[in-house]
Nanobody, 115 residues
């Protein structure tokens, strides 16, 4: 099993920055992908960004150029630096881990951006 613990959410004004962290523990395979999804009220959960164990990244078009995902493989931790936040970035952000046979989710952390 894999457990994910997120931190770093909160309330911030538009234009400011936040950094989310997600620490994975348990049975971690060396080849994996970790990432962040978000879900706003009344909307489906959507990919924000992910990063694989080789460092390859993928971003939603809406966050390209503003958000940066990174990982510290030694700590099994993934980060999401969010710059120039917008009110439409308001959502619950969920950390995700997946490998060949498993898919795990964190409990979610609220990010609220005020205008």
């Amino acid at each position: 099993q894999v457990q994910l613990v997120e931190s770093g959410g909160g309330l911030v004004q538009a234009g400011r920055s936040l950094r989310l962290s997600c620490a994975a523990s348990g049975s971690i395979f060396s080849i994996n992908t970790m990432g962040w999804y978000r879900q706003a009220p009344g909307k489906q959960r959507e990919l924000v960004a992910n990063i694989n164990s080789s460092g390859g990244t993928d971003y939603a078009d809406s966050v390209k150029g503003r958000f940066t995902i990174s990982r510290d493989s030694a700590k099994n931790t993934v980060y999401l630096k969010m710059n120039t936040l917008r009110p439409e970035d308001t959502a619950v952000y969920y950390c995700n881990y997946r490998d060949r046979g498993r898919n795990a989710w964190g409990q979610g952390t609220q990010v609220t951006v005020s205008s």
